[in-house]
């Protein structure tokens, strides 16, 4: 060997080292469109800013009491709560109504989208009649389902001090109002007078068929740990304590599964499952929760968002009567850091959405965390799929692999703010679906990042203290001027955030996002929560759009009551949750879509499935469907279908309204 190449073999390990360092410095340097892209992307779409009508005389408040050990980080508790879901609730073939939960009231409302037909009823909060309830508790989320199968849409809210409770809508009521709303326990033996049931602290639930026995199933996620008295400000510290680290905390609440057992009297009966996790998955922190069948079997797998620690997929194993999964981990290679390998990550994740994003027919995940340069810079995620086909990823599955690849730094979505609830949809019907996530945190005039950072850098071994947090009271400021994201897709593949050439880029921190077509025109609008501020309607007048399938599936049923009294709601029917769709157009495309039973953190897009197909189209559609009876049977149909919306019965046979 010659001198100079024992020089080069001695600098070797040198050379590899800078050359790793330029390649991570050029794929994860946070580089951002031009002005002139960003315009060129919005001007494919556009939302009108609607206020949202609400019910006054309810006391205000812009921090809540908490426990009076936990006043010091008052508002980093406060943080939470804001919700929004949007659903066809009175059954007149829209999803025109609301369902908000507002910190500024505590309440869980109910109140029509604004625009047209705005004027069926007037805005009005549930009330929980005689069931238990007391100051220590706040409304957390909304989450639409019908949940004793009659027909009509029902209502699970969730709390931090409670159980959740069951809004059952009425058979005879002629309006939507708080009567025609019947309150009922999830979780039975909560008391009559004095509250006595568990103690949780619920930041996420979603419903789906998990033991495929055709029914609706409950997942309940908690955040801080069971017995947690975090609102009670007659109380001091007790029970109450902090994540025990920062990256791998698992001293949070439980998760818990409800199996549905069965319906007497108009109220559906669930059997809780406490152990269908083990306790490192199911004592994360969580904050959000996906659900919905990847490999095509029509049980849903269940992608959780955990605070303070790893995200977890959950592959479905499970039988009639028997909920199981097993954990899904993706395999790490010298090229992939630890944290942006799914299952395996150190972040905040703090929600979720599914999407065929590269489409090739199978799901694609987007995940929340936090991202805010100079504060604590992590990354969203845009996990898409590796899989050969949905055969392949069964396979890979099964082997306890998840053949999934973060590409947010490539695709630029890495980067946007304190995320939490994130929605992805074909706003403008162009074939090639947005992304909108809500971001922010805490809006005050103190900045808080420096002792935040000093606390992200602590031994895990004093986090559990509450003496080790930064003084977080009202007044306190950490991400509270961000905004919301809207990642559009350019012809080169890669995202750019258009929110402020949109006009959405409003400075008020933002927890959920809900979806849904609320006038029949094919375009999609949403509504967002706000942490600490009103929410707003985004009605969608986006420009010059393609065309679009639009399908409302719902079960057969002699119970789907269309012909109830005149005088009375009418109810829709149960949607088919977890119902899978394939179209494939003239030209070849194919899209794939599915009814969603409430995924993300705080945000609940309607049951509808809406398809985007990119261009105009001329001839039938070839419409692929497959979904679960309710004898628990998995039933497959092609169909041919015009654009536009359908609404279809599925039983042993799909058949149009």
């Known amino acids: 060997m010659t001198t100079k190449a024992k020089w080069l073999y001695r600098q070797l390990p040198g050379i590899v080292a800078l050359g790793l360092m330029a390649t991570v410095f050029v794929v994860g340097n946070p580089h951002f469109a031009s002005a002139d892209k960003r315009a060129a992307l919005a001007s494919r779409y556009a939302f009108t800013p609607l206020s949202v009508a609400m019910p006054g005389g309810f006391p205000q408040q812009t921090i809540r009491k908490v426990n009076r050990g ?55 909060a549930l009330t929980p009649g005689a069931l238990p309830m007391n100051k220590a508790m706040a409304p957390m989320g909304c989450v639409p389902a019908d949940l004793n199968e009659d027909g009509r849409q029902d209502l699970l809210v969730y709390y931090w001090g409670r159980s959740p409770i069951l809004y059952l809508q009425r058979a005879g009521a002629s309006v939507l109002s708080a009567d025609a709303f019947q309150p009922a326990e ?139 999964f097993s954990l899904v981990e993706g395999e790490r290679t010298p090229w992939i850091p630890k944290s942006k390998t799914l299952g395996h990550d150190s972040f905040k994740g703090m929600g979720s959405d599914t999407a065929d994003l590269n489409h ?58 304190w995320g939490w609830d994130v929605k992805i949809q074909d706003f403008n019907n162009s074939g090639e679906p947005a992304i909108t996530q809500a971001t922010g945190f805490v809006k005050g005039w103190v900045n808080r990042w ?43 593949g890669q995202y750019a955030n258009v929110a ?33 501020g009103p929410p707003v309607f985004y009605q969608n007048q986006s420009p010059a759009p393609g065309d679009f399938l639009g399908l409302r599936l719902t079960h057969e049923s002699a119970t789907d009551a269309n012909s109830a009294a005149a005088d009375t709601l009418t109810a829709p029917g149960s949607p088919v949750v977890g119902a899978q769709v394939k179209v494939t157009t003239q030209h070849g495309r194919t899209f794939i879509g599915h009814v969603d039973g409430g995924s993300g953190h705080s945000g609940k897009r309607s049951h509808m499935v809406h398809i985007g197909l990119g261009q105009k189209v001329t001839g039938p559609l070839k419409v692929h469907l497959t979904w679960r009876d309710r004898t628990g049977q998995v039933r497959e149909q092609d169909l041919q279908l015009t654009p536009g919306w359908h609404s279809l019965k599925l039983g042993s046979q799909a058949k149009e309204k």
């Not at 053949?403 to 630029?412: K, L, N, T």
């Open 70 to 124: 936990y006043e010091r980080i008052s508002a980093w508790i406060s943080s939470v709560g804001a919700a929004v879901a949007m659903n066809d609730l009175d059954g007149d073939g829209f999803d025109n109504d609301l369902c908000i939960v507002d910190t500024r009231i505590d309440q869980v409302v109910i109140t029509p989208t604004p625009g047209e037909r705005s004027d069926r009823y007037g805005p009005f």
């Open 186 to 324: 999830l979780v039975q033996g909560s008391g009559s007078g004095e509250y006595t049931g568990p103690i949780w602290n619920t930041n996420v639930a979603t419903v789906a068929d998990f033991d495929g026995d055709s029914h609706l199933d409950v997942f309940i996620g908690n955040y801080f740990a069971d017995g947690s008295k975090i609102l009670d400000d007659t109380a001091n510290g007790g029970e109450v304590e902090m994540s025990d680290s920062m990256s791998r905390a698992f001293n949070g609440g439980r998760d818990y599964f409800f199996r549905w057992t069965g319906t007497a009297e108009g109220t559906p009966a669930f059997q809780r499952l406490d152990d269908v996790l083990p306790e490192d998955i199911s004592r994360a922190w969580g904050l959000g929760a996906t659900s919905l069948d990847l490999d095509g079997d029509q049980l849903p797998e269940l992608y959780l968002n955990n605070d303070f620690g790893p995200d977890r997929l959950l592959h479905n194993r499970s039988t009639p009567g028997n909920i199981r």
């Open 360 to 417: 090739d027919g199978i799901y694609d995940f987007f995940v929340s965390n936090i991202t805010t340069s100079y504060g604590i810079q992590e990354s969203n995620f845009q996990f898409v799929s590796t899989a050969k086909d949905q055969a392949d990823l069964r396979a890979r599955l099964r082997e306890g692999v998840a053949p999934w690849e973060d590409q947010s730094a490539q695709v630029r979505t890495a980067w946007s703010g």
């Open 450 to 492: 420096a002792q935040l950072q000093e606390l992200a850098a602590a031994n895990d071994g004093v986090l559990r203290y509450l003496t080790s947090w930064p003084v977080v009271r009202e007044g306190a400021d950490l991400a509270g001027n961000q905004t919301l994201a809207f990642f559009a897709k350019g012809a080169d």
């Open 500 to 532: 402020e050439e949109l006009g959405l880029a409003v400075p008020i921190p933002t927890r959920g996002i809900a979806t849904g077509d609320s006038n029949g025109d094919g375009l999609v609008d949403f509504a967002v929560a706000r942490q600490f």
